[in-house]
């Protein structure tokens, strides 16, 4: 078992920033793809990034590209989610997902997620 604990949310008027946190347990995050996704109410979780275990790739929903940076720091089991230039429409659950393979389709590890909340 893979345990995953996001933290960093919280609410901010558009146009601000927020980064969120996501702390594995059980296993090093070196051994995992990580990625973020987000559930909106009354919508479907999407994708929002992914970062490969070296972190020497990413990728991001077309949404966010260009607002948002997935990074990582194995030393210290964490994954990173800085998101600047809040919009209304990112607001979201925000969860943090590991696999040992790939994120994007049906990741293995899932965190409880963190209320991100943009005013407008």
């Known amino acids: 078992q893979v345990q995953l604990v996001e933290s960093g949310g919280g609410s901010v008027q558009a146009g601000g920033s927020l980064r969120l946190s996501c702390a594995a347990s059980?296993?090093?995050?070196?051994?995992?793809?990580m990625g973020w996704f987000r559930q909106a109410p009354g919508k479907e979780r999407e994708f929002v990034a992914v970062i490969s275990r070296s972190g020497f790739n990413t990728a991001y929903t077309e949404s966010v590209k260009g607002r948002f940076t997935i990074s990582r720091d194995n030393a210290k089991n964490t994954v990173y989610l800085q998101m600047n230039s809040l919009k209304s429409e990112d607001t979201a659950v925000y969860y943090c997902a590991a696999d040992p393979v790939g994120v994007k389709v049906s990741p293995d590890y899932w965190g409880q997620g963190t209320q991100v909340t943009v005013s407008s």
């Open positions: 059980g296993r090093t995050v070196s051994a995992l793809v």
